[in-house]
């Protein structure tokens, strides 16, 4: 049987090695994980697929900036399977699981960088559709999914920030840095 549970900071070399299957090592290069160096992942949405206690699936979220008003997002992704798990319905639970407690977290929006053929079934669409974009990605690549009100017909324009994804810098850091200048 399969569980889903928090990542804990002990899982984190079995992950890499399940990515490292999942990608290649060169994924480290991807420019995707720029928005991932040096941020703190956000632990109450990453979660671990286990059987018998051995992690098969994984998925993480990060914090992003969108827009010149730098509004606050989430970053899917990695998310991977293990091999000899897939297609049995494991990373749809990742998914589901996950997009459901960010809701519910009061999230409004999650954007990632993958292939929409699967990433649609969780209604993700193009996010170029809201006026999002990510730099030195292809556009068709760069998904995004409205949460909670935001994803209400009709909702408010203001509630899906428009522009640029740019990289999560924690109010503590720009603090220091407007202290350093
Ligand atoms: C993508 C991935 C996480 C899906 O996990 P999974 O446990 O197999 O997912 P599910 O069982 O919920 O769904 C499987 C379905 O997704 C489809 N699917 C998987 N990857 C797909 C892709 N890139 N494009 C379109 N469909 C895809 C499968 O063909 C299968 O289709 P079916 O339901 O018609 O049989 C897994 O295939 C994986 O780890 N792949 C390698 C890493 C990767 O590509 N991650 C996503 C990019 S960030």
């Not at 998925?59 to 990695?78: D, E, F, K, S, T």
């Not at 640029?164 to 840095?177: E, F, G, K, L, M």
Request: hydrophobic share 50%; aromatic share 8%; net charge positive.
């Amino acid at each position: 049987m399969i569980d889903l549970t928090n990542e804990r900071p002990a899982d984190a070399a079995a992950i890499e090695a399940l990515l490292d299957q999942a990608f290649g090592t060169t994924r480290l290069a991807k420019s995707s994980y720029s928005y991932r160096k040096r941020v703190a992942r956000i632990w109450p949405l990453c979660l671990v697929a286990r059987d018998a206690g051995e992690i098969v699936g994984t998925i993480r979220y990060w914090p992003i900036a969108v827009g010149p008003a730098a509004a606050p997002a989430l970053l899917l992704g990695p998310v991977a399977v293990r091999a000899d798990y897939r297609s049995a319905g494991v990373g749809g639970m990742l998914m589901r699981t996950s997009l459901a407690r960010a809701a519910a977290a009061g999230h409004h929006l999650v954007v990632l960088v993958g292939d929409r053929p699967y990433y649609g079934r969780f209604g993700f669409k193009p996010a170029a559709d809201w006026g999002i974009a990510m730099e030195r990605e292809n556009p068709a690549r760069v998904l995004a999914l409205p949460l909670g009100v935001a994803s209400l017909e009709g909702a408010a324009a203001s509630a899906i920030p428009a522009g640029t994804v740019q990289r999560w810098r924690s109010p503590r850091r720009a603090s220091a840095r407007i202290l350093a200048a």
